[in-house]
């Protein structure tokens, strides 16, 4: 039976995968596309999260894709506002008709005589697998599981007479109104429940193993709303966006260059919300250093005054096992709750899962090196989109898309139809793919493929260095191989529109 064929096949309609068919429609409108969302719904993790609160944890205007200007006033945005505004691309960019809801992509299978990808996908229900032909495959799945979030093993869990939740599978009927509320866990995604359900619980706990750097800042950029009032909408977006870059830069380098002054400006900002008399050094002061890990932003210092309030607390200590009342800790004190809430992480998953294979031999991504941050060695005609873990997810995410653009037409122009990432050098040193010390990370990384110490298999997390590279560096720079298998015909081009 003849199989679809595309050009591209994109992987997940999240917030990096619309922006990948926007730059498709945009810079190659001549190749044949199409999105493969596993859900029912566009919008990845900002469909998927709907715990009280949720919000982003980087400012919009570098959250934001490079060609559509965010336009709100609030630049830490909740999780509404940032679907609307990818179903506002998507709209923008007539790319409803592009989507195929309901497919999980487990297979992916590359053929040299073919030039082509044969992606198979499992219909969500049904089990039903549905085949599709690619030239290039283009990962746009995140980093993450969407089925499980991470839950340890907690003692006695099954005594507890109330009930525990998962925020990633917030339940619409939960009512907490009222209710003493105990949140394990201190990241990002604790920090936003706290304030949010401070609001109507009669008290909400954050239980804690270790603290986390955070730090305040306002919800709104004054300068960027009065930009707007003064300038074109694209003007003040771009100068804006700049001005974040450029700022993030500089915080993220003074933090691996003076880490002790960062901490006492930080420990500062803390003090300067929950008075003299509070205890920051145990419940604020983390054991490593600003930007080992990701911060947790504040908006408007709403987590600390939550607390100032005395409708929030912290505790910083280990569970010992649940109780049917609530939480028993190591140091022997009891914290009662009437809800559970998990804040403990995610499951990170590499190209969600996906198995691959090259001319039949299986692909063990650990085994590969990353190249540009966005191919793999050995790894012909596929590109994965992923952020940075310094800065903004789609800072990087756009210029992946501008890079494998940039990629496709050198192709065309060429006359070649498969490029390969191709490390020559067997000794190079390899490393593990990120720095972060934080636990999701390293539970993780010995499943990702490795980085090199030299270009382009380092990856500098920098993004006037990965500006120049991808947008302006020269697409044929030695390690991309490119040639031109002869090619069966045996698959129904789509057309394109």
């Known amino acids: 039976m003849t199989m679809e064929h595309f050009d591209v096949l994109v992987v997940g309609a ?31 993790t900002w469909d998927l999260f ?71 996908a499992e219909r969500a229900g049904t089990n039903e697998t549905v085949r599709l032909r690619c030239n290039f495959l283009f990962m746009c799945s995140g980093y993450y599981r969407y089925d499980a979030g991470h839950l340890p093993h907690f003692e006695g869990r099954e005594r507890f007479g109330g009930r525990i939740v998962h925020p990633q599978f917030w339940p619409e009927d939960l009512d907490y109104a009222n209710k003493r509320v105990l949140i394990i866990g201190s990241g990002a995604t604790a920090v936003t ?43 003040a977006y771009a100068m804006t966006r700049w001005k974040r870059v450029l700022l993030g830069m500089y915080f993220f380098s003074l933090c691996q260059r003076k880490p002790e002054k960062v901490k006492s400006l930080l420990l500062g900002g803390v003090r300067a919300y929950l008075g003299p008399d509070y205890d920051v050094a145990r419940h604020f002061t983390p054991h490593y250093k600003p930007w080992d ?30 109780t049917e009342t609530g939480l028993m800790l190591k140091s022997g004190e009891e914290l009662p709750a009437d809800l559970v809430v998990t804040a403990t992480g995610l499951e990170l998953k590499v190209l969600g899962g996906l198995q691959l294979s090259v ?70 040193p390899r490393e593990p793919w990120s720095d972060f010390t ?41 390690a991309m191989v490119f040639s031109s298998p002869t090619v069966r015909r045996n698959a129904q081009p789509a057309t394109v529109a």
């Open 438 to 478: 934080s636990g999701y990370v390293q539970r993780a990384a010995h499943l990702f493929p490795k980085r090199g110490t030299v270009a382009p298999w380092k990856l500098k997390q920098n993004y006037i260095h990965d500006l120049l590279t991808l947008r302006y560096g020269k697409v044929d720079d030695g």
């Open 193 to 235: 429940l706290l304030p949010e359900m401070a609001k109507t619980a009669a008290h909400v706990t954050m239980l804690q193993r270790s603290p986390t750097w955070m730090v305040a800042r306002p919800s709104e950029d004054a300068l960027a709303n009065r930009l707007r009032r003064w300038l074109p909408a694209k003007a």
């Open 359 to 428: 001319d039949g031999q299986p692909v063990d991504l650990a085994q590969t090196v990353s190249y540009k941050a966005m191919m793999y060695s050995g790894v012909p005609n596929l590109a994965v989109s992923m952020g940075y873990t310094n800065a903004s997810w789609t800072l990087k995410s756009d210029l992946s898309c501008e890079y494998v653009c940039r990629l496709l037409n050198h192709m065309r122009d060429q006359g070649q139809r498969q490029c390969t990432p191709t490390l020559t050098d067997a000794s190079m």
């Open 14 to 44: 999240g917030l990096s995968g619309i922006g990948a068919a926007a730059h498709l429609r945009k810079q190659c409108p001549d190749r044949s596309f199409a999105i493969l969302e596993g859900r029912e719904r566009l919008g990845g």
């Open 50 to 120: 709907r715990y009280p609160g949720v919000r982003s944890d980087s400012d919009m205007y570098t959250l934001g894709y490079s060609f559509k200007p965010w336009e709100q006033p609030k630049a830490i945005a909740d999780g509404a506002s940032i679907l609307k505004y990818i179903q506002d691309t998507a709209r923008e960019h007539d790319l409803a008709r592009h989507i195929r809801y309901g497919l999980q992509v487990k297979r992916a299978s590359w053929s040299t005589a073919d030039a082509a990808w044969t992606v198979e």
């Open 293 to 322: 890990q990701r911060l947790c932003l504040v908006p408007d210092g709403d987590f600390f005054l939550a607390i100032r309030r005395k409708k929030a607390s912290v505790v910083t200590d280990q569970i010992d096992c649940f």
